[in-house]
């Protein structure tokens, strides 16, 4: 991919290979550095990063301060959601390393992310997935009510609706985010990418098991709608725009409305590389064009 | 569809068959016993419930509260909406039947509306719609103005962008809601269900009746862009992510980009239910895979 | 379009076609007009119109008050961005400039625009856009934390989501705009006219050179989403719902998903007017269907 | 008292002398053409004068709206205030009757209040009164709770600190205001004129009757401190930082610390006017230093 | 004092003598059963309840919430107030043991007071007090421009303006509390009881040891000036409104202005209970008045 | 006055002895040098600091900011004060020079003063002070409805009651101000010293010239209220809790309730400093308690 000019995140890090603990101390010490380096060189920013990244002392309450600003309302106070996501971050080691795999994805995936402290202050598909998490915690933990209220408010400010009892993996970059929709019995595997607009929904007014299951390292591109209790296969790509009735297998790539398989339904291409982390939305088109025209 | 383990919202409730006015007491007095309830087993959330629904003498004194604190900004103050939407809404009793009605249908139809309260509090679409048929009344008051600054907050707050010159029947689901935009001269009859980032658009620069018009106990799927002055009959499905640029006859089916009739535009098939009722989103997977592939 | 009862917006003003420097005289005195009539006919309204208008000596003074209150967060405080957009708007003229143009071409081509006031307090697509040049100045200013932290607030209120470098002409509609997604390296000329959920997206994790260039006079429906480094050329169309993925020559239009050339690849039709500014949707449809079917 | 180049409010307005109904509608109808003439001669106030009067249709919403906006705090929300307001002036005309009482006794008694409004939307000692009004229905309503809470509030933004149970009459000038106290068991009676830091203060630790009362036309000047269930007679006169410990018979001036009456104990002078309305502080000067020095 | 009809607070509580930690639970439970009755009994003030009371898990997570809302501004945010208070109250369990202490005496010695929420709540003495506390634990870490600013919101708000340097004792009994002033070297012992615009003040420019010394069971009545580094003996007692610029041995009784012993310099009376707790701010007056007539 | 272990701010800062613009250029660099530091010590006040003052580039934008944040209110909002006070600060550099004027005299005068930016962020009497500059200048303009919100506002928010038409010096410190009101036609000369619960005072409801007049270097003890057109003379002295009837001299002090001048209305007793800048209340004790007693 060319660019000439453009170069803005030349320096994608290398993140040491340790273990969840080491990550989040060497994560949270970068984030307050680039926060730091932020504040000196922009004074009308300093007062945003201070009570957001510097004036914290670790990461799950810079996190928790920062929801709760965000999403409180007048009947809703940010100390209560402070409180809340404190308590709820901090009670369960497995919501940190999520948090700390979401962010090195957006880093990793995203040229357009700039930093860590760019993602978890700015990033509304970031932000939406972590308050789901503690969402997702209240929900299994039967404080259904509050998990609601809490999924109401996330789609008022992010426009990001995920039922708080779907089920998400880690390492999930929701780019861009607006618009997403995730139902109730969905669930998405590890390392996945998802675009804006995707719709994860369901296929009736019938209760029980009725939307999509997706896999480990899948893509699902702009603006894509998978229906019902379907099955995306580790490493399957969603072609933006595609409405996806039908399971996908692992590896391949479904494009169009309604959506196929590329290669065909017999003998599918196989995507080469794990779709989800390699953010390739449209090295198919060729084929597609092929197929279809 | 089954589900095994998932059972959310086993019991729809039976709702009373009479009048109006004894829907809206039955329904005050269900919503309050729910509040109650939750309130009792959840005090991080009892203050929100009181604030809400159990501080209030009436569902329109409720929904007026809730709004009006959804729906302020600094310069268009929370008491000043309170006010204007109890007074709108205790002026005309077609409003409150409405808010019935639609808080019957998300109950019925959505099987991850687990309360009626839940609905009143947190589903944006719910709320949303409820708002714009107060712009709708100060509209057709020649309030005109007044409307169109609500217009904004609502697409502000909820990302639901309805004119306030639509009009919209009543016993309506917007299901999820995000990015729905519904213009001028559009007409929506009873008992319809929207899905997300539906689109009842217009075709050009001219004024004049230019919106697409549609009937009763309709299903428009996520996604759907319905565009121009077209008729889309009673009973009728659209796809989701379909593009509709056609009339769609009563009781049938459209799919596609661009959309076309399943069962072919000569004899279409003809819905067995009522598709805004019933939410059968993907009965017609297979006709239309044969159709098109 | 006919239109018997429906004739909102009937007068569309006769702009004078002087020098930029009188059209702003001339358009915050047509502002205040509108502002001080609105506010004579509804009480309700007027405190709402003098705190956002007509205390106001200016346009940019009003627009940034404007977008102070509406942006800022508990964390960004409103009079900080008062000030930053003030300042930005005050230093450079074309920015200024290029607001006039948008709330002109708001004004002409949309029939639902009834007022420049009406655009300018109650347009989010025009708010986003003009919050978006300022970030886009600060940008260019290697300002860029404060850029993206606008950015995120933007997407957040107005779910409208352009990175602060994609480069914008003047005279553009957003209409309705909620899920508008511009990327990056994205560039668009000047008078266009871009609906609601559109993409210009990227394509894949590489950076430089990645999003789409928009020449001019381009109009994208609602819902259109292009994806990669294609060229969409001068007084193109692109229809509703499309997914385009390769570049569309000047004067043409492309539809469908993936999206084709009307007429044909190799001899595509060619649009009589200039689509941006006659916001004609829909008359390649029965083309586009004899095309297809 | 001379003046030479001052003479703020040289026109004491003629008020009509009917009955209280006429009253309200005569006062509210010369609030609205003040704060109309004021918000036409400076726009930056313009916002604040309809928000709080002009875009009312009544005395009571407009004192409702303002008292709701100022008394509110993150836990006590303005609508919840703004509704308790509007209910209890509404169900009560002796409330309103006292409101146009007072702000009559402010206009006439003190040449700082140049206009109603300015009594009505600046005056502390007014709005605490007021606000008081209501927490007194309250308690005797036995919804005490609630009335400490607001009793509260009124201490915290305006300090001035009346006990709900207090009974105060009508045509009360509270100037200035800042620090008054006033006890459970104090009764003040009609057309009373009383100073900042005023003190109606109890005797110890045991409850019952145990705080002044304070008779019609009574004058208590700044920082004077009465303590203990004392009588202080019709038209008596307080000097201005004395503390009373003592009845003070009817017409009669107490001064000094401890406080004693001029002309002394046994023949004590009679005030000529009374003391409330006139507003006379210091005539007493030269015959209170006679008797003392 | 006996009182007729008047009979608010008949049953002051019988507290029990045990140790501090079993005192804080029984105090807290009594605060969330009072809460929970007024509750219960008051629907407009459930939602104040549930959030300031009865959300929490612990008199210090209450208070901490409370006073978090109270003192925020928009540049000192609510979430970062509580976090702080949470943290100190948590750090140090003399500081809990104040709190108890200070609200058993406000029920006590305050006929006013009918319950320990009421105090909770609604006293700003008490809430400006706990408040100081924080301060002064931050002055004695050496976060002095913390503990500085906090000082400034307490005196904005409550409008009690405490030194943080200032040495407080417990079972303080802050009654009414508006304009009270504590300068930086002055100290306060145990069980005093301290009326409104109280002022123990300083005398001159230089720094240095400057301000009262006040001992244990010191009843100071309302408005009194005490100023230098003067003591107030052990069970002394200050007669309202009294400038007291000399030493007040233990016991005796200050009163006028200037400040002179009831019963004379050479052989004062003795003061037969303790003041601070009996609140008997009158008894003294047939002698003084004797004395000084 | 010695102090021992007690030495808060030992080092009184030289200040340049230059002209008003140096002295402005130092002083805003000496406040920036004092935030930096505190910053740097205590990151949970860092965000305060940097939005109040280190974003800022000038004081007069820093202050504007301040108050407009510490003044606004639901419907006075803190972008309109903003706005506000930053044009007349800017517009007549004679408030400025005052500003800094007042600000050294807290650093020198008041040993609690440990840092100009500590007097800036933190001195209410300060606030109320400068607040009451720029609403002097308002009343002087003759936008006296809006002079008279912003009395109010200052009045609700610091309990600063000054009268925007009272004329008031430089080099003034109103210290711990809380309390203090000034009548319409009060006049203070330059370096004056204030206390707390201060009132100049009218003495009628007669308009005209009815407040006193304070010559320059006047101390005035807390709780003095002077009352009526009297004269304090320059260099005079009023010690705390007077009532002042009448004229006192220059260079004499007045005490007591009714307050006569020391040393006699004869002779009365030479002050040998300045008051207003020594500060020093209380040496006139020995030779006030020989005269009375």
């Known amino acids: 991919m060319p660019g000439g000019e453009f170069n803005v995140s030349p320096s994608v890090p290398q993140l040491p290979a340790e273990s969840n603990g080491n ?48 999403l409180c309302s007048s009947t809703l106070l940010s100390t209560l959601l402070y409180d809340l996501f404190l308590n709820i971050l901090s009670s369960d080691s497995s919501l940190l390393a999520a948090v700390v795999a979401d962010l090195r994805a957006a880093r990793v995936r995203d040229p357009a992310c700039v930093s860590f402290s760019h993602c978890l202050l700015n990033y509304k598909g970031f932000l939406a997935c972590q ?4 969402a997702h915690k209240l929900w299994n933990q039967d404080r259904r009510p509050l998990a609601l209220a809490l999924h109401s408010r996330i789609s008022d400010v992010f426009a990001v ?14 780019d861009h985010a607006t618009g997403v929709v995730i139902g109730e019995t969905a669930t998405i595997g590890d390392n996945c990418s998802i675009l804006h607009h995707v719709t994860l929904g369901g296929t009736g007014k019938a209760g029980g098991d009725r939307h999509p299951k997706v896999g480990d390292g899948v893509l699902i591109g702009a603006g894509a709608t998978i229906l019902g209790n379907v099955r995306i296969g580790d490493g399957a790509k969603i072609g933006a725009g595609s409405v996806v009735l039908i399971d996908v297998p692992p590896r391949t790539t479904a494009v169009g409305n309604p959506a196929r398989l590329v290669g065909g339904k017999e003998k599918p291409s196989q995507n080469a590389d794990v779709p989800g982390e390699s953010m390739d939305h449209t090295s198919f088109i060729s084929e597609w064009s092929d197929y279809i025209i």
């Open 131 to 134: 308050s789901h998490r503690v």
């Open 23 to 70: 990550d989040e101390a060497w994560l949270w010490a970068q984030i307050k550095a680039e926060a730091r380096r932020d504040a000196d060189s922009e004074p009308a920013l300093a007062s945003y990063l201070y009570s957001t990244i510097l004036s914290h002392s670790s990461l799950e309450r810079s996190l928790s301060f920062h929801l709760g600003n965000k």
């Open 161 to 174: 609706d995920i039922h708080p009892a779907a089920r998400i993996g880690k390492g999930i970059l929701f």
